[in-house]
């Protein structure tokens, strides 16, 4: 179905102008307000000249911007739907469901928002929920001459005492305060005492199977003529399911500030060795530029594909490497294959998980044992197969790469070998604290060990 413009002259009156809705369009760019219909006029205040005039922010409370911004952002024109404020002439604030969706007229990046007016309803529920606080109130006074409470029932199942056996008094309710609380407490009432103001304050308790409440109180005092303290009056609220939540929120917060923190330590260590690579790349010839490019390429795959499968972990500090060598193995796989060349990778797995420290090398030595397969095993050989086994023993963990194409020259050895990429297996090798050996049959095939504990 051909897309209707909303802005055409034979639709917009039908669709747009005469729409019982109120409907924005602005510019996704400037936020700039282009075109209104009627409905939005009559809703904000403004005229369709004065709309001319205004950008999104302006119809929107200042302390609601960044909501604005983010929730523009997040935005992909699929039917989402919203709840915001928004600010009419006159200064009135109202709640508006909001209805998205992208248009691009004539080369402009241009939104639609269908406005719906729920006030009503928003005030509704915030009136149900004041109510609901209200039902969860309980009030108290404290007579001070007679050192005697007198509680609302609400209050009894608030501080979790029995009405019929608990006698309330200063000392006894001192007792159900926590400890560290008990010296707050004395401080409120003697403010109180010397400035007659009334103290929103919050104080834990403890409840009779000794898990802790949290209780938030305000007290008020009454005086005599004398200026002398008499009684005190309050109400207490039991928070402690919205106290809960709160530590849960911080505690998250706080993970995520020290994840934080360790990506940026990780990302800059990674950083680290790319430039690293790249400069032991500048001093090994290469056949051409594109060979350089596509060396340097899978380096970087095999450290970002480590990272993906690192923050797939519920740890996001530990690899799955099993998974890391079926995915990459079918990258270096899809690289190196063509239509005229098969070369078959076979895998025998057995689960292994190491931390990001000895991921990152370890993900390095497969990628150059893959590549120096495909790349010198094969090198005018169109099938084969290379095999992949991994298995770990007695606190220490074997990787083989093994392939049936070519042998390597009789004249061959590790350690003098000056190539970039056996001078990287070795030194990479070296970080994990593990050995290699190299033996020559019908196969060729590379034995890295490492130490590894479970």
């Known amino acids: 179905m051909e897309e209707i413009n ?8 039908y669709l747009f102008d005469k729409n019982p809705s109120p409907m924005v369009i602005f510019d996704r760019d400037s936020l700039q307000i282009v075109k209104v219909n009627e409905a939005a006029c009559e809703r904000y205040g403004y005229s369709r000249e004065e709309f001319r005039n205004l950008d999104l922010t302006q119809i929107r409370p200042k302390e609601d911007i960044p909501i604005l911004m983010e929730s523009l952002n997040q935005v992909d024109g699929q039917n989402e739907r919203s709840v915001f404020r928004h600010l009419t002439k006159d200064g009135e604030t109202f709640y508006a469901k909001i209805k998205p969706q992208k248009i691009d007229i004539e080369g402009r990046s241009l939104q639609l928002a269908v406005i719906d007016d729920i006030t009503s309803e928003i005030e509704a529920k915030i009136q149900a929920q004041q109510a609901g606080q209200l039902a969860r109130l ?4 404290y007579e001070v001459a007679e050192n005697r409470f007198i509680w609302s029932d609400k209050l ?20 159900l305060i926590y400890p560290e609380d008990r010296p707050k407490m004395v401080k409120i009432i003697k403010q109180i005492r010397e400035t007659n103001e009334a103290r929103d304050f919050v104080i834990r308790g403890v409840m009779q199977n000794e898990e802790i409440s949290y209780l938030k109180c305000r007290a008020q005092g009454e005086f005599n003529s004398e200026g002398k303290l008499v009684r005190l009056n309050g109400v207490t609220l039991d928070i402690t399911q919205l106290k809960q939540q709160e530590q849960k929120i911080q505690q998250s917060l706080k993970e995520k500030e020290v994840l934080l923190e360790e990506i940026h330590h990780r990302v800059k260590n990674n950083l680290t060795v790319i430039s690293g690579l790249l400069e032991l790349q500048r001093y090994e010839p290469v056949e051409s530029l594109d060979a350089l490019i596509d060396e340097t390429q899978s380096r970087i795959k095999s450290i970002a594909k480590i990272h993906e499968k690192l923050y797939q972990s ?3 500090s530990d690899v799955n490497i099993k998974e890391y060598i079926e995915d990459f193995s079918n990258i270096i796989s899809d690289t190196f294959n063509s239509e005229q060349r098969a070369i078959v990778i076979t895998k025998d797995l057995q689960p292994l998980t190491v931390d990001i420290t000895n991921a990152v090398p370890l993900g390095l030595v497969i990628n150059e044992l893959l590549t120096n397969a495909f790349k010198h ?4 050989i169109h099938e084969g197969e290379i095999r992949i086994t991994m298995e770990k023993a007695n606190e220490e963990a074997m990787l083989s790469v093994a392939d049936n194409g070519h042998p390597l020259p009789d004249d061959f050895s590790l350690e003098s070998s000056s190539s970039l990429g056996m001078t990287l297996i070795k030194t990479l090798i070296s970080q994990l604290e593990g050995d290699i050996t190299i033996s020559q049959g019908e196969w060729t095939t590379f034995e890295v060990t490492f130490p590894y504990s479970t």
Do not use: C, H, Q
């Not at 802005?7 to 009156?13: C, I, N, R, T």
């Not at 309980?138 to 006074?141: P, S």
């Not at 501080?159 to 007792?175: G, L, R, S, W």
């Open 377 to 380: 095993g094969f090198s005018d």
């Open 138 to 141: 309980g009030w108290w006074r």
């Open 6 to 13: 909303m802005l055409s002259s034979e639709v917009a009156p």
């Open 156 to 175: 009894y199942d608030i501080m979790d005492v029995d009405k019929e056996t608990f006698e309330a008094n200063f000392e006894t309710f001192y007792e």
């Open 314 to 316: 519920a740890t996001l």
